[in-house]
C-alpha cells in the first residue's frame, strides 16, 4: 500500500480522482486477497491499515466491505490466543491476620477501611510498574492490542509513548490479583457481623454522592447483590454509580446536562466518560487515584470498561461474575464513604479542640 499512497499522491496533485481510486483499489484488492488466506491476527492488522487507507481516500463502500472482512479474522485471532495461567498462594494465617485487622472496630469502621484498602494508588502501582520495566525493559517497549467482540478494541504503547494508557491496564490488572482478597473481607463481615443490605445502605445514605430517590434503587441492586443474583445486581449498581457521579458534580456547582449534538435548546445528561475525562472540577474533588480506578474498571475500554460494554450490551453471561460484582460493590462504598464538608459552625475552634 505504500506505494499505491505514493501513486495516489501524485495523482492527487494533478486533480485525477478517476486514477487516485483506481491504485488505490488494485492494491487494496491485493491486500485483501491475501489478508483472506493469512492467520487471524496477521489478516486483521493488514485489514486495519486498509480500512483506514479506504477511509482516507473516501472510499466508503470498500471501507465497508473491507470492516466486515476484518471482523471474521478477528473471530480467528480470538481462536488462535493462548490463554497463560499463573497460580499463587495467600498464607492462610497471613490471611486471617489480614481479615481480622480490616474487619476491627464495627461494621461501618471496616467499610470505610475497605473502602480506602482497596483504592488503587497510582503512586504504588506507578512505582511496581517501573521496577518491573527495569527488570525486563524490552516488555515496555512494545504496543499491546486488546480484541474484544471480534476486532481491536484498544491499544496500549509503549511505557514511554503511552504513559496513561499503561496506568489504566496496570490497574485493570491490579484489581484481578486483589479480588481473592476483597471478597474474602466480604464474606468475613457477613459471618462475623451479618453484614447485609441494610447496613450498607445506612453507610451510603450518609453520603452526598446518593439521595433517597437513589438510594431506592441501590437497594433493589444490592439486595440481588447479597442474595446472589449476580446479573441483576450489575444492571442496577452501574447506572447508580454513574448517576452518584451526577450528583457529586451537581454538589460542587457543575451542571450535570450538556446539549445534545451541540443544539444548546436540547440537554441530555452527562454520561460517565463525560464527567471522568472533561470535568477538572470533578477530578479535584474525587482524587486522582479513585477517578483513574473508577476510568479503568468502568469507562475505558484499555481496562475492564464494563459500564459502557454493559450499556451496549456486549457482556456475555459469564462476565456477571463474583469478581465483578464485588468491585461494582467496592466502587459503590467508596462513593458512599464521602462525607459533606463540615459547615464553618461545626468546624472546632482552639478553644473546643
Not at 464474606?187 to 450498607?200: D, I, M, P, Q, T
Not at 451537581?250 to 452527562?270: F, H, S, Y
Request: glycine fraction near 6%; aromatic fraction near 6%.
Amino acid at each position: 500500500m505504500p506505494v499505491a499512497v505514493r501513486l495516489a499522491g501524485h495523482y492527487q496533485r494533478e486533480d485525477r480522482k478517476e486514477d487516485v481510486d483506481r491504485v488505490i483499489r488494485i492494491c487494496g484488492a491485493a491486500v485483501e486477497r491475501i489478508s483472506a488466506v493469512a492467520s487471524g491476527m496477521l489478516g486483521q492488522a493488514w485489514l486495519s491499515d486498509l480500512y483506514k487507507t479506504y477511509k482516507e481516500y473516501g472510499l466508503t463502500d470498500d471501507a465497508d466491505r473491507v470492516l466486515l472482512a476484518s471482523k471474521e479474522k478477528g473471530r480467528e485471532a480470538e481462536s488462535e490466543l493462548v490463554p497463560i495461567t499463573a497460580s499463587a498462594r495467600i498464607d492462610r494465617e497471613e490471611f486471617d491476620a489480614f481479615l481480622e485487622q480490616m474487619s476491627d472496630g464495627g461494621i461501618e469502621a471496616s467499610l470505610a477501611r475497605m473502602a480506602g484498602a482497596f483504592l488503587p494508588q497510582i503512586a504504588q502501582i506507578t512505582q511496581d510498574a517501573d521496577a518491573l520495566r527495569k527488570k525486563y525493559p524490552l516488555q515496555s517497549m512494545f504496543t499491546k492490542v486488546k480484541l474484544g467482540e471480534h476486532h481491536i478494541v484498544a491499544k496500549v504503547g509503549s511505557a514511554e509513548s503511552d504513559p496513561e494508557g499503561n496506568l489504566i491496564s496496570d490497574i485493570a490488572q491490579r484489581l484481578c490479583l486483589s479480588a481473592p482478597l476483597l471478597n474474602g473481607l466480604i464474606e468475613h463481615l457477613k459471618e462475623k457481623y451479618s453484614f447485609c443490605v441494610e447496613h450498607a445502605i445506612a453507610y451510603c445514605q450518609l453520603s452526598p454522592a446518593f439521595d433517597e430517590r437513589s438510594l431506592a434503587m441501590v437497594r433493589e441492586g444490592l439486595t440481588a447483590y447479597f442474595h446472589d443474583d449476580l446479573v441483576k445486581a450489575i444492571h442496577i449498581l452501574v447506572p447508580q454509580i454513574e448517576n452518584a457521579l451526577r450528583q457529586v458534580l451537581a454538589q460542587i456547582g457543575r451542571p450535570t446536562n450538556k446539549p445534545r449534538r451541540g443544539d444548546v435548546t436540547w440537554m441530555v445528561e452527562k454520561s460517565m466518560n463525560d464527567m471522568l475525562e472533561h470535568e477538572p472540577e470533578l477530578k479535584l474533588c474525587l482524587g486522582d487515584d479513585v477517578v483513574m480506578y473508577l476510568l479503568s474498571f468502568l469507562a475505558d475500554p484499555r481496562g475492564n470498561n464494563l459500564r459502557n460494554r454493559l450499556s451496549h450490551g456486549l457482556l456475555p453471561i459469564e462476565a456477571f461474575s463474583r469478581p465483578i460484582a464485588d468491585r461494582v460493590f467496592h466502587i459503590l462504598l467508596l462513593l458512599g464513604s464521602m462525607r459533606p464538608r463540615p459547615t464553618t459552625e461545626e468546624e472546632p475552634t482552639s478553644e473546643n479542640k
